[in-house]
């Protein structure tokens, strides 16, 4: 039953990772064109960012606690931002392409730590809900009486 249990809650947390990309590239791609503020655009992004970074540990790691998951998160954020201070030729050229500004962000801005963090607990809350919401949705169907056909 144990194994079970990981796997849903492996499923569950990968179609909230896709979510959230998505989202993320949405809010990238057409934030300004809706007319969403800059700064909304600039750091929602990076919230997204920090909530993909914790889906993305949860299921690396899918039986380790939310603290333990937060926590890896946090320095993977921070590494991945300090990172952005580190400049050479081949580097600095990968960031200049898509994935690279996607992976590894092109200027270091320690708003964006912030912005990482806020992602993190709602990568957190999300999860909780929708462990929370799985549970239920199991439990009722565990008691809605069998058709006889």
């Not at 239920?136 to 006889?148: E, K």
């Amino acid at each position: 039953m144990r194994t079970r249990t990981l796997g849903a809650a492996t499923i569950r947390r990968a179609c909230l990772c896709l979510s959230v990309i998505v989202c993320g590239l949405a809010l990238r791609k057409f934030g300004l064109g809706l007319g969403l503020p800059s700064v909304l655009v600039k750091y929602g992004g990076s919230m997204l960012w920090g909530t993909m970074v914790f889906f993305l540990m949860a299921i690396a790691a899918p039986g380790q606690s939310h603290r333990r998951l937060a926590l890896i998160s946090v320095l993977l954020a921070v590494c991945v931002e300090l990172f952005r201070l580190v400049h050479t030729p081949w580097l600095d050229d990968f960031r200049l392409t898509t994935c690279g500004a996607l992976l590894l962000g092109r200027v270091y801005s320690p708003w964006n730590m912030l912005a990482y963090g806020a992602g993190i607990v709602l990568g957190m809350l999300l999860d909780r809900l929708a462990r929370s919401a799985f549970t239920r949705t199991r439990l009722s169907a565990q008691h809605l009486p069998h058709s006889a056909n």
